[in-house]
């Protein structure tokens, strides 16, 4: 069911958590480094029920939860881009951009880029569905202090964001959902209120 371009395809066979798809756990993982309480319902883990994605062990509480959460990583834009080792690589092509660019490169002169890169890679594995939560700042709070922000740089980051997976060989209808999820947080980045122009 993997949709995953060649040049992802290959990337995955270096990176050691691949693109393995949900499967039972066939070796017991410290109980400290599995979750104890239930992705889906909220209730305490049966160690008994597990599966591995991307080389992390999840415990759920019935079978049910075991499923529904494979299914939704299965449908997920994250694991239809090729998952964590496809997110990696579009995050540091895209920054390669990014810094590149004019209009926008200002906006890092002072940044930690291994700190922005490995927070992008959390907040967009999150935001296309991938397995962990994004837990960083919200969108407004991350962008309040930046003096001068405004839609020519918002419409740079997105056009940077775009011309990385077209470069990536991503299919185009999975493009077109990422660039709306990216359109769709344009009054947070901005610190406008929702729905304004």
Same mark, same amino acid.
């Given at each position: 069911?993997?949709?995953? $371009?060649?040049?992802? *395809?290959?990337?995955?066979?270096?990176?050691? *958590?691949?693109?393995?798809?949900?499967?039972?756990?066939?070796?017991?993982?410290?109980?400290?480094?599995?979750? /104890?309480?239930?992705?889906?319902?909220?209730?305490?883990?049966?160690?008994?029920?597990?599966?591995?994605?991307?080389?992390?062990?999840?415990?759920?509480?019935?079978?049910?939860?075991?499923?529904?959460?494979?299914?939704?990583?299965?449908?997920?834009?994250?694991?239809?881009?090729?998952? /964590?080792?496809? +997110?990696?690589?579009?995050?540091?092509?895209?920054?390669?951009?990014?810094?590149?660019?004019?209009?926008?490169?200002?906006?890092?002169?002072?940044?930690?880029?291994?700190? /922005?890169?490995?927070?992008?890679?959390?907040?967009?594995?999150?935001?296309?569905?991938? $397995?962990?939560?994004?837990?960083?700042?919200?969108?407004?709070?991350?962008?309040?202090?930046?003096?001068?922000?405004?839609?020519?740089?918002?419409?740079?980051?997105?056009?940077?964001?775009?011309? *990385?997976?077209?470069?990536?060989?991503?299919?185009?209808?999975?493009?077109?959902?990422?660039?709306? +999820?990216?359109?769709?947080?344009?009054?947070?980045?901005?610190?406008?209120?929702?729905?304004?122009?």
């Amino acid at each position: 069911m993997k949709s995953t $371009p060649a040049i992802l *395809t290959a990337l995955a066979c270096i990176v050691l *958590t691949g693109l393995a798809p949900a499967a039972e756990s066939g070796t017991k993982p410290a109980a400290a480094d599995i979750n /104890q309480v239930c992705p889906i319902s909220g209730k305490p883990v049966d160690p008994k029920i597990t599966t591995v994605y991307e080389g992390k062990t999840y415990a759920f509480s019935a079978e049910a939860c075991r499923t529904q959460w494979r299914t939704a990583r299965e449908n997920s834009l994250y694991h239809k881009l090729g998952g /964590q080792p496809a +997110i990696h690589a579009a995050v540091e092509a895209f920054y390669v951009k990014v810094l590149a660019d004019n209009r926008i490169k200002h906006f890092f002169a002072d940044i930690n880029m291994d700190k /922005q890169r490995r927070k992008q890679k959390e907040f967009l594995s999150a935001a296309f569905g991938g $397995p962990v939560p994004w837990a960083g700042k919200d969108l407004r709070k991350a962008h309040a202090n930046l003096p001068g922000l405004n839609e020519t740089h918002f419409n740079a980051v997105a056009e940077n964001l775009q011309k *990385t997976l077209e470069d990536l060989k991503i299919k185009p209808e999975l493009i077109q959902q990422v660039m709306a +999820i990216a359109a769709s947080t344009r009054d947070e980045v901005l610190n406008r209120p929702k729905g304004s122009k």
